[in-house]
């Protein structure tokens, strides 16, 4: 859990790969667009940080988080990646909508991670409201897309050095 004095967006370059050699996707959802597109800058910030050739980032849009499973595969089933990131925002509202779509793309997420090679990484808010939503996608808690994007890059490395 994150607490007010974590910022999620803190990481050591010199502890991990650099990314020159590997090619990323992201799948991005277009609902909570205020979110994920600070989601998407931070993950994209780190990426190239940490080295990664701007050509070798990868980004498609889907509608809301739950499409991001289908952008996902696709995007592992057409591309030569070696790691996909998926971006989304879901918050609770008044009914179990939240649920449904919360557990569905947990296990979705989870499905392509053992039955592809390629490694996705979960980097979907499930917040209680839009104000924890913000503090996690650049404000006070710093940004999961960034944390995410380390995350992808020590998965893609783990992927090269486990096939060697």
């Known amino acids: 859990m994150a607490?007010?004095?974590k910022n999620l967006s803190e990481y050591d370059k010199n502890t991990i790969p650099s990314a020159k050699d590997f090619r990323f996707g992201i799948v991005v959802s277009e609902w909570n667009d205020k979110i994920t597109e600070g989601l998407f800058s931070g993950a994209e910030k780190a990426l190239l940080d940490c080295e990664a050739i701007p050509n070798n980032i990868v980004r498609w849009n889907v509608p809301g988080s739950f499409e991001l499973i289908y952008g996902a595969k696709r995007m592992i089933d057409t591309q030569k990646l070696d790691a996909v990131i998926v971006i989304g925002c879901v918050i609770q509202?008044?009914?179990?909508?939240?649920?449904?779509?919360?557990?569905?793309v947990t296990?979705?997420?989870?499905?392509?991670?053992?039955?592809t090679d390629v490694p996705v990484i979960f980097c979907v808010l499930t917040d209680n409201n839009e104000q924890q939503s913000i503090d996690r996608s650049g404000g006070i808690h710093g940004n999961k897309g960034t944390e995410a994007a380390i995350a992808a890059l020590k998965m893609a490395y783990l992927r090269q050095q486990s096939s060697l």
């Open 3 to 5: 607490t007010a004095n």
């Open 93 to 104: 509202g008044e009914t179990k909508h939240f649920d449904f779509v919360c557990e569905g």
């Open 107 to 115: 296990q979705g997420i989870k499905d392509l991670n053992v039955q």
